[in-house]
């Protein structure tokens, strides 16, 4: 399963990649804003997004938007990683049909159990691609 990483820090992209590592998710690509992870999602296969909701050029949202707008990437499962956890902007996210929140700042196990649970709910077609929308899948109360 091929990841797109989505974040305007460097540290955060180096962040996110590692984790994935360690999760055994090596097949990484990363892009700093949404405006490059729309290029890079035109030009290879990608099978799950993790994004920054505010970035640069294209937030989290707008690359949200402009995925789920297209008939091939319309069911690519996306996690929001961000600092922002109003009630508006969660219910913002999951109208766009995002599949996942995490909030800043975020342990290896949540974002594990994220992953975990969207590709679950995916089923088995998730390891070889999109397959459909899933529930958004939150992350727990603290």
Do not use: C
Request: proline share 5%.
């Amino acid at each position: 399963m091929r990841f797109l990483v989505i974040d305007d820090s460097l540290p955060m992209r180096r962040i996110i990649t590692n984790v994935l590592s360690r999760l055994g998710h090596t097949d990484v690509v990363v892009a700093g804003n949404g405006r490059e992870a729309l290029k890079r999602v035109e030009t290879e296969q990608i099978d799950f997004v993790i994004t920054d909701w505010y970035m640069p050029e294209m937030s989290g949202l707008d690359f949200l938007r402009a995925l789920r707008s297209k008939e091939a990437t319309k069911d690519v499962p996306i996690v929001i990683v961000t600092a922002n956890g109003s009630r508006d902007d969660v219910a913002q996210a999951i109208g766009l049909r995002v599949n996942g929140y995490v909030l800043k700042p975020f342990t290896a196990e949540t974002l594990k159990d994220r992953i975990a649970a969207i590709v679950a709910s995916h089923g088995p077609a998730a390891e070889r691609g999109p397959s459909g929308a899933s529930e958004p899948v939150a992350q727990a109360a603290a």
